[in-house]
């Protein structure tokens, strides 16, 4: 549910109560993963979605029942061979979802939407499995370890769903746990659904050229925080760069020896000049970023390459490199050159291939961990950004 943070921020504030529908379960093909929520206020409103259209009239009335009676249930769709008109997803997929009446003056729900809203790491642990009368409790999570609410359970149900959601913060990920109803961590008592929500992860476009300006453009769109770096003073201004979230005027390579990355961060060298590019790579190619690309033409990509051999890289630094960077998709424009760049960085992220889906006879989706869900096969070995 906090991925709709924004709008359920604004329920609170006008009193409204409201009932939230999330996806805390998939398998097979479905069109959207855990954390994905349908929301519906108390004046019949609905915002988000947790199948793309599939089942929400279904999902939409169960969120209205849950209202009425108060009580909260989890629901579990998916596609009926016998039955062709039967509610499910028509892609065979299985999800499950958790549908939770929340009150506007809950501390716990409200405190969680409004950390999701101002970018705080929090979690939010929800009973999605075990005695009926625990169904739906909630506790919030801090990054800090601290926490607000309680699961029904006892003091060390609490503090065990507590250790396990902020080990799950700490690496950003959403998801069921199994914790025993006296507090040790195993399956059989209490299913916890543990919904964390990060600061967004940074991408760090270098080179304030025309390309970058749409690079920046589609890397807001996929959620990123945006920075631009150059050197140039005259190049890196706002009026060049009103989307980016920061601007830095400085030798790339000495800015990204000072500035904060992480497992999530991605970037893009874009200078296309070796006293830039040097530098920079050797030190992007040896931290532990998920992304590292940089722009070039193959004569370029082979003298880049000999250049940082001479400067000491090895060859499992050098494969990190993903050059010349972007997806063949025949781009010439600075928008399409973006495209083809952000699609790279998704199929990095996710485990795609980028080959085309028509004709290709693999699953759609590919799950969190950069393999593949679906009935055609279990995960595939490959890295993901």
Do not use: N
Not at 100 to 117: E, K, N
Not at 176 to 187: I, M
Not at 269 to 276: I, N, Q, Y
């Amino acid at each position: 549910m906090l991925d709709i943070a924004e709008q359920l921020s604004r329920w609170f504030e006008e009193g409204r109560d409201f009932a939230v529908a999330t996806v805390v379960a998939v398998s097979g093909s479905a069109p959207r993963g855990p954390g994905a929520a349908l929301a519906v206020a108390d004046d019949g409103t609905a915002v988000g979605s947790v199948s793309g259209g599939c089942v929400e009239g279904a999902v939409y009335e169960l969120c209205v029942r849950a209202l009425q009676d108060g009580r909260t249930v989890r629901e579990r769709f998916g596609y009926d061979e016998e039955d062709a008109f039967a509610v499910g997803l028509t892609c065979g997929g299985v999800v499950e979802v958790l549908v939770t009446p929340v009150r506007a003056a809950d501390p716990v729900f409200r405190a969680g939407v409004a950390a999701a809203r101002r970018g705080e790491p929090a979690a939010l642990a929800r009973v999605a499995g075990g005695p009926a009368d625990l169904l739906g409790r909630a506790l919030l999570v801090r990054a800090d370890g601290s926490f607000e609410g309680g699961l029904g359970g006892g003091p060390e149900l609490d503090r065990a769903a507590a250790a396990e959601a902020r080990a799950m913060l700490d690496t950003g990920r959403t998801g069921c746990v199994g914790v025993a109803e006296g507090g040790s961590l195993c399956p059989g008592g209490v299913t916890l659904f543990v919904e964390s929500r990060t600061p967004p992860p940074r991408m760090i476009v270098f080179g304030a050229v025309d390309f970058a300006t749409a690079l920046v453009r589609a890397g807001k769109f996929l959620g990123y925080h945006v920075t631009v770096c150059d050197a140039r003073p005259v190049f890196a201004t706002r009026a060049r760069f009103p989307e980016a979230d920061e601007l830095v005027v400085d030798w790339p390579h000495r800015y990204l020896r000072r500035t904060g990355t992480d497992a999530r961060t991605v970037l893009c060298v874009l200078t296309h000049d070796a006293k830039f590019d040097i530098p920079l790579l050797e030190t992007a190619l040896r931290l532990p970023v998920a992304f590292v690309g940089a722009m070039g033409s193959r004569r370029t990509h082979a003298d880049r390459d000999r250049r940082l051999r001479e400067a000491g890289l090895s060859d499992a630094e050098l494969a990190r490199l993903r050059s010349p960077i972007g997806l063949d998709l025949g781009a010439r424009t600075p928008e399409e050159t973006a495209l083809s760049i952000a699609a790279e960085i998704v199929a990095a992220r996710r485990g795609g291939t980028g080959v085309p889906l028509t004709g290709a006879g693999m699953p759609i989706h590919h799950d969190v961990d950069g393999g593949e869900r679906g009935e055609k096969g279990g995960p595939r070995s490959r890295s993901a950004a």
